[in-house]
């Protein structure tokens, strides 16, 4: 099966008054059709760079400066910004951390449904358009959609905005919906609504999703691959269940580490020790190197992805040659 | 419900309304001297007529009551005689406010219509040349002064090159009836556009004295809210719906950024009130801004006195209802 | 006490760190020099100016800048419609300017840092009559309430003063009591509250202290509105009287003589754009300093 996104050797920079800001340098990605891909790093870790990149919305003076972005196909990381403009909204929609300030305040949450759908696809009529809108509404578990309609989004409390802002990505049944944080901004109670939600609605539609997230668990729980970043690069990428029982890059088994589980509460949390590098004067070794407890010459010089199973690969000069060295630090 | 926040804002409105009849007022009594007397000034004049004058201007009332006397007849529109014109004061006011109008709304347009362009085009491009020339541009119009930027333009484009008149609203041969006392709606009223063009070349230096200082002002209000606008997440999820540029800077980013600019507008509008006196002094416009000028020097208290009421009640006026209109276009204000 | 001691520390040290910020925008700095120079000019006005700016001889009237025909390098600026130079009328003209700046923004910055931080600290009764005064006088277009006061009180360089500051303190009062109530909720002025300090000592050494960015940044800006404000007034004819010199007079004299001397109503005027200017960008280099948000 091929993929529906495929990115390869991206790299997104942005130029600073301290240095060039390498944020996203040489991501590869595959996004297999109907898939829910989550993507989970410390904030800094190039997640949210990496997609805002396949939308051609990184902010001047970010951006991408190689590689290629093929969705379905099509080349969008080439030389005509259009290309990606074409798709955002229709093909490919996404939803950022916090409806609170991502929907616009001076405008009805009807009108920014329509909006949406007028761009892209006017149907035959206004009244056609405002029927649609009030099922996306519907559809998300607006109540009262009618009612709701002219409302503007402060008047909504935050799990309806976060479903209102859902509505408002849907409204053109995109293929692919990259969902950006979606629950960070929520209250616990709330977040799993939302999360069940994303879930009812990607098997609905058929959708492909993206779930951006630093949180391992609502990865464990929604997720069917997973892809670990870390200072601008993917350094685990396989199916979830594998990656977390046997995960072969030192930085992923410290964020399962420090994940709090309930079934092993005796468990206890570690956390990882050091910081993320700065992201301007990287050099060629391993980039978790200086936060490793297992480093070793070999990770000096640059290390590549490794296979370390069918579909499971970590950027790791261990991974796949003796899972247990990995594994060591687990506390029994 | 709309309608009862309409009145709340009238209710809060009387206070100051009440403060600002009492500055004025206070302006006149706390001044020392004898208002009679100075007013008399030179004129050889009798103890009885002095007397008079006095009893005519309800001097021998003590001020407690007198302020009151001041409010009811300020309400009645009744501001006295004008001791130069030789009427009713309301009436030089009613002839002369048309024209600080005219000329202040015309102002306004300029400043708007090159502010908000500018200031979206330098947030848009920041950093650029552009916007360093803007901002510089607009730092030197608000440090000239207004008197000097229209008597250099008047030495220039009316004294030297004679392109434009030297003062005046409109040719005399030109004149229309009076509607509004607003030549340039007058005359478009009676379809006279003759008129029209004439009053318009002469309404441009004197509109664009007042207007560019103010524009350099909100010129950098719409860039500084339009770039923080721009920041917003909301821009970010628009064009993240794939809307046209066009549509994302102006529904998205200027209907948000605008609603500073408008509060400032408002404010500024008391700048181009006050500018009025010295564009209406250097073009000879015959507005009620510089009859408060000349009312100073024919000591015509009455006069001065209510012409800077009026001011301040249009003041008060605009800045009610941008308030107003503020809460219409920032639905976050609650209701 | 010991959190007094850091905090005055901290907040010297912020203006310290800011000042040094804006000393190295070279083009502020410099623009920040030439103002320092105006100040210059006019302290030492009776030395440097090269004649009595009141001494006129008619046989120099209207003589034009020493670079025109008719021109004589003795007067560089030329003569005004009484033969009196115009380079020293201008140099001695600072002088109004400068005064009635620096003391209108010193006096409005005192009475309204007083006010700001009593309505701000004590809120109540206080802040309510406060507030209510300083709407009241808001309510005024700035130049129409100089001009109305100007007309009563008379000319003269002292009512000049007193016509702005009776109106310009209420700016310094709006932003000191915003940043007042901002900075009464801060944890160091919690902490000398429960340590027991009078509302006196923490307004005007805890809180004083920690606002004193913001006002330098407003009392620039504003020393340049009210420049123009003088020389506005004077040119309606309501500000300092001849034989003095003010920059505003010295336009309002050359209006007559357009056609035939433009330099009478031009160098004044030039003189007026330059000082505000420069302190202007001098102003705006303090503002970029203290907050980069909007930095070009």
């Known amino acids: 099966m091929s993929a529906l996104l495929t990115i390869r050797g991206l790299a997104t920079h942005f130029p600073t008054q301290l240095g060039l800001v390498k944020a996203v340098d040489g991501v590869d990605l595959d996004v297999m059709p109907g898939e829910c891909l989550g993507v989970v790093g410390e904030s800094g870790s190039g997640k949210s760079v990496t997609f805002l990149s396949v939308l051609g919305l990184v902010r001047a003076p970010g951006r991408v400066v190689a590689g290629s972005i093929r969705f379905d196909g099509q080349e969008l990381a080439g030389p005509d910004p259009r290309a990606a403009r074409a798709l955002r909204g229709r093909a490919i929609a996404v939803t950022l951390q916090d409806a609170g300030t991502a929907l616009n305040p001076s405008m009805t949450v009807g009108n920014q449904i329509l909006e949406s759908l007028g761009a892209h696809d006017p149907g035959p009529s206004a009244a056609d358009r405002r029927r649609r809108a009030l099922d996306m509404l519907r559809l998300v578990g607006i109540p009262e959609p009618e009612t709701r309609f002219e409302d503007f989004p402060h008047q909504f409390s935050g799990g309806m905005r976060q479903r209102v802002m859902l509505a408002i990505a849907l409204a053109c049944r995109p293929r692919l919906l990259i969902a950006d944080e979606p629950t960070s901004a929520l209250d616990v109670t709330i977040q799993a609504q939302v999360l069940d939600l994303l879930a009812e609605l990607r098997a609905r539609l058929g959708m492909t999703v993206v779930l951006i997230t630093h949180d391992l668990g609502v990865v464990a729980e929604h997720c069917d691959r997973v892809a670990v970043m870390y200072a601008g690069q993917v350094v685990e990428c396989g199916p979830t269940r594998q990656v977390i029982d046997l995960p072969s890059h030192p930085y992923t088994r410290g964020l399962l580490d420090s994940t709090p589980d309930l079934s092993r509460l005796d468990r206890k949390l570690r956390p990882i020790e050091g910081q993320v590098p700065e992201l301007i004067a990287l050099g060629a070794h391993c980039r978790f190197r200086d936060r490793c407890g297992l480093a070793e010459p070999r990770c000096d010089s640059a290390v590549a992805m490794r296979a370390v199973d069918e579909g499971h690969s970590a950027r790791c000069v261990r991974a796949g040659e003796d899972q247990r060295s990995v594994r060591a630090g687990e506390t029994p | ?335 | 006490m010991t959190v007094r001691a850091l905090d005055n520390a901290g907040a010297e040290s912020i203006l310290a760190i800011n000042l040094r910020r804006f000393g190295r925008d070279r083009f502020a700095a410099m623009a920040g020099a030439i103002a320092i120079g105006f100040v210059v000019m006019a302290a030492f006005a009776p030395w440097l100016a090269p004649h009595d700016p009141s001494d006129s001889d008619l046989l120099r009237r209207l003589q034009p800048p020493a670079w025109i025909e008719g021109g004589d390098w003795a007067f560089p600026l030329g003569c005004d419609s009484l033969g009196r130079d115009l380079l020293s009328r201008i140099v001695h003209g600072a002088r109004v300017s400068l005064m009635v700046g620096v003391a209108v923004v010193l006096l409005a910055a005192a009475v309204g840092t007083a006010a700001g931080l009593a309505a701000g600290f004590l809120r109540g009764a206080v802040d309510a009559v406060i507030s209510r005064v300083v709407d009241v006088l808001l309510g005024f277009p700035y130049l129409i309430f100089a001009i109305g006061l100007m007309g009563m009180m008379g000319p003269g360089i002292e009512n000049i003063v007193l016509a702005l500051v009776y109106k310009e303190w209420t700016i310094a009062c709006r932003v000191i009591r915003g940043e007042t109530l901002a900075a009464r909720e801060l944890d160091y002025v919690e902490a000398a509250r429960a340590a027991g300090a009078s509302p006196a000592h923490i307004m005007f050494r805890e809180i004083l202290p920690n606002i004193l960015s913001p006002l330098l940044v407003v009392a620039t800006t504003r020393m340049a509105t009210i420049i123009i404000l003088e020389a506005s007034l004077s040119f309606l004819g309501l500000g300092v009287q001849p034989p003095m010199a003010s920059w505003g007079s010295m336009v309002a004299d050359g209006r007559s003589y357009m056609l035939e001397a433009w330099w009478i109503s031009a160098f004044p005027g030039i003189a007026i754009f330059l000082l505000v200017l420069s302190i202007n960008l001098a102003s705006q280099g303090l503002r970029d300093a203290f907050d980069p948000r909007y930095r070009p």
């Not at chain 2, 804002?9 to 600002?20: E, S």
């Not at chain 2, 309800?58 to 300020?74: M, Q, S, T």
């Not at chain 2, 333009?153 to 509004?180: C, K, N, Q």
């Not at chain 2, 800045?319 to 809460?327: I, M, P």
């Open chain 2, 1 to 335: 419900m709309r309608f009862g926040v309409v009145l709340e804002r009238l209710a809060q409105l009387i206070p100051v309304l009440f403060g600002v009849c009492l500055v004025v007022f206070l302006m006149v009594t706390l001044t020392p001297g004898d208002p009679v007397e100075i007013m008399l000034g030179n004129e050889r004049s009798t103890p009885e007529q002095a007397e008079e004058l006095r009893r005519q201007m309800g001097l021998h009332l003590p001020p407690h009551e007198r302020f009151f006397a001041f409010i009811g007849n300020a309400v009645t529109g009744d501001f006295g005689r004008s001791f130069f014109h030789r009427r009713p004061v309301i009436e030089v006011i009613a002839e002369r406010l048309p024209a600080t109008l005219e000329l202040t709304i015309v102002a306004m347009t300029i400043a708007l219509g090159l502010a908000i362009p500018l200031g979206i085009l330098a947030a848009l491009k920041r950093g650029s040349w552009l916007d360093r020339v803007a901002t510089m541009v607009s730092l030197a119009g608000v440090s000239m002064p207004g008197f000097w930027f229209g008597i250099m333009l008047i030495m220039l484009f009316a004294v030297h090159l004679g392109w434009m008149p030297v003062s005046g609203r409109v040719d005399y041969a030109l004149e229309v009836p009076r509607l509004t006392g607003m030549i340039l709606f007058d005359s478009l009223a009676h379809g006279r556009f003759d008129t029209f063009r004439d009053a318009l070349h002469h309404i441009l230096m004197p509109a664009l004295t007042l207007g560019l200082a103010m524009s350099a002002l909100l010129m950098r209000v719409t860039r500084a809210s339009m770039i923080e606008v721009l920041q917003q997440d909301y821009i970010l999820f628009a064009e993240a719906k794939g809307i046209g540029r066009a549509r994302l800077i102006l529904r998205h980013g200027l209907r948000n950024a605008l609603i500073p600019t408008v509060t400032v507008a408002a404010l500024e509008t008391g700048y181009l009130l006050g500018g009025n006196t010295i564009v209406e002094t250097v073009f000879g416009w015959p507005g009620l801004a510089r009859v408060i000028v000349e009312g100073i020097f024919s000591r015509d208290y009455p006069l001065v006195q209510a012409g800077v009421l009026v001011i301040a009640l249009i003041y008060v006026g605009v800045n009610f209802v941008a308030d107003l209109l503020y809460t219409l276009i920032n639905p976050r204000v609650k209701l």
